[in-house]
């Protein structure tokens, strides 16, 4: 009962207060909001690759299909 009674007394100053966990939130809450805008923004450039992609990729496949179909005989 002793031992547990001084590991615990020794694990008492280690444990955070609520001052602690209040920054915590807020650095926390902060690093969130920096990660959701850059998620947002590079999610926007993929978006705008992958239609610049299909833009250029399209009309060239169904130039090519036309091509085949016309002069394929």
């Given at each position: 009962m002793?031992?547990?009674l001084?590991?615990?007394?020794?694990?008492?100053?280690?444990?955070?207060?609520r001052?602690?966990l209040?920054?915590?939130?807020?650095?926390?809450?902060?690093?969130?909001?920096?990660?959701?805008?850059?998620?947002?923004?590079?999610?926007?450039?993929?978006?705008?690759r992958?239609?610049?992609?299909?833009?250029?990729?399209?009309?060239s496949?169904?130039?090519a299909?036309?091509?085949v179909?016309?002069?394929?005989?």
């Amino acid at each position: 009962m002793e031992t547990r009674l001084t590991r615990l007394e020794a694990l008492i100053p280690t444990l955070a207060t609520r001052e602690d966990l209040a920054c915590l939130e807020i650095r926390m809450s902060a690093t969130i909001a920096r990660v959701e805008t850059t998620l947002h923004s590079e999610m926007s450039k993929l978006t705008w690759r992958i239609m610049a992609l299909l833009a250029g990729l399209l009309p060239s496949l169904f130039a090519a299909a036309v091509y085949v179909t016309k002069y394929a005989n």
